[in-house]
């Protein structure tokens, strides 16, 4: 199981920050960067630059909302990213949530599963280099996308947590990427969905990224109580709500991976354990000290 970090808010925010954050954890060994799409730095954009001063490092966006995309533009977008990064590009994509398509950017969330079936009929060819002759009810697309240079096929992880999501992953993506599932749920029902939709599809066995939160610390309890607060947003989101109801926790920070050495170790080997095949750490920004601790700790473990 590969152990991948997510860079954090300081970079997101600040191409510069990122630059050197994505060259820090290369040295470090670090095997993939992965990057949130959220109102910051666009993920994409970003990460072709970075791919630009990096030489070795995967690096994968978790996760871009496909509604306010066109999949040909996103197409192209990935591509260029791929060329930017010799190859070392992976996108990530997922419906993101009603509250932010919706409320937020004033689109039409209407029908999600047909939006993504029909979004990935265009999508995945294309990252193929091939064109594409498509219509559907929501889409009707005749193109292809022409860079030379762009290494394909681009690997494609589509965040699925429902059972929909997770045939659609298992059928037409490389894999599927996750945020703040637990353990159990992963083992009990990501693990064995998506291998069963690649299975009935004739594919490979599928890549599973697992994003949890991870920390350092010498009190795992206090650490908890003080990020439940901080992650009270992902609890009401339906989505998430409905994996943390599977994993019997009352709060997001319930499945994070917190404690000492020997703790973090446990949790990191029943991943591996239950078929993930990366980790996505991703470092709460409690205090400097205690996030360069996490780093050092995941980079020894590499």
């Known amino acids: 199981m590969q ?3 997510t860079c954090g808010a300081a970079a997101a925010g600040n191409l510069k920050n990122l630059i050197n954050a994505a060259k820090t954890y290369e040295e470090k060994g670090f095997p993939t960067l992965w990057m949130i799409q959220a109102f910051d730095l666009d993920s994409i954009n970003a990460l072709s630059i970075v791919g630009q001063v990096t030489k070795n490092m995967e690096l994968g966006t978790a996760v871009v909302p496909t509604f306010p995309r066109h999949p040909v533009t996103l197409a192209q977008q990935a591509l260029t990213a791929a060329a930017a990064a010799d190859g070392r590009f992976t ?8 509250m932010m398509i919706e409320n937020m950017l004033g689109l039409s969330y209407a029908k999600p599963a047909r939006h993504m079936r029909e979004y990935l009929s265009v999508l995945a060819p294309l990252l193929k280099g091939e064109r594409v002759n498509y219509e559907g009810d929501l889409y009707r697309v005749k193109a292809g996308v022409n ?25 037409h993506c490389d894999g599927t990427i996750t945020w703040l599932v637990g353990p159990n749920t992963l083992e009990n029902h990501i693990v064995p969905s998506i291998h069963s939709a690649a299975d009935e599809a004739g594919r490979g066995s599928p890549r599973i990224v697992a994003g949890l939160p991870i920390l350092l610390t010498d009190d ?27 994993e019997g926790v ?18 990191i080997a029943r991943l591996e354990g239950i078929g993930i095949t990366d980790f996505r750490a991703s470092i709460p920004d409690v205090d400097a000290e205690s996030v360069a601790r996490t780093v050092d700790y995941l980079a020894s473990r590499l």
């Open 91 to 98: 996108l990530g994509i997922g419906l993101s949530h009603k």
């Open 220 to 246: 795992a309890d206090a650490t908890r109580a003080s990020l439940v607060d901080k992650f009270k947003f992902y609890d009401a989101m339906p989505s998430y709500r409905a994996m943390l109801d599977r």
């Open 147 to 171: 860079i030379a240079d762009a290494p394909t096929p681009v690997p494609l992880l589509l965040a699925a947590l429902g059972p929909l999501m997770l045939k659609l992953a298992g059928r």
């Open 250 to 267: 009352a709060s997001a920070a319930n499945v994070a991976l917190l404690g000492d050495e020997q703790q973090l170790d446990t949790a």
């Open 3 to 5: 152990i991948g970090i």
